[in-house]
């Protein structure tokens, strides 16, 4: 009955595809308090600042200097970056979030010539 429990067994392969980009920069303007609490940001101290912004990139490493880029260009709280999965999360007023999407996409494209999406806003 053991080559039954090998034939069961499912393996799963991921793959990731090396590449150059920044696949998603969106912004959330006035999102739900519930959203704050479901990504892990405090919603007393976030909420009120207006706006989340989401960002994905591959090389995933990429996200620590766009953490950085997006900080230094405007007046951003940093809520996540995973160096893994090449997510960032800022928090900020609709226009910090925007201006600092802005610099970070402008850096990325401009100078280490990755290809970049548009900023999308709900």
Request: charged share 20%.
């Amino acid at each position: 009955m053991d080559w039954l429990d090998d034939r069961e067994k499912q393996r799963i392969v991921q793959e990731l595809v090396p590449g150059k980009q920044i696949t998603l920069a969106h912004i959330i303007a006035s999102p739900d308090p519930v959203l704050y609490e479901k990504l892990g940001l405090n919603p007393n101290i976030d909420y009120a600042r207006a706006a989340i912004g989401i960002m994905t990139v591959s090389p995933a490493e990429t996200a620590i200097i766009m953490a950085d880029v997006g900080m230094k260009s405007a007046a951003i709280d940093l809520g996540f970056v995973d160096r893994f999965s090449g997510s960032l999360i800022i928090t900020g007023t609709v226009s910090e979030v925007e201006a600092s999407e802005q610099a970070i996409l402008n850096y990325v494209k401009n100078q280490l010539k990755y290809t970049v999406c548009g900023i999308t806003r709900t």
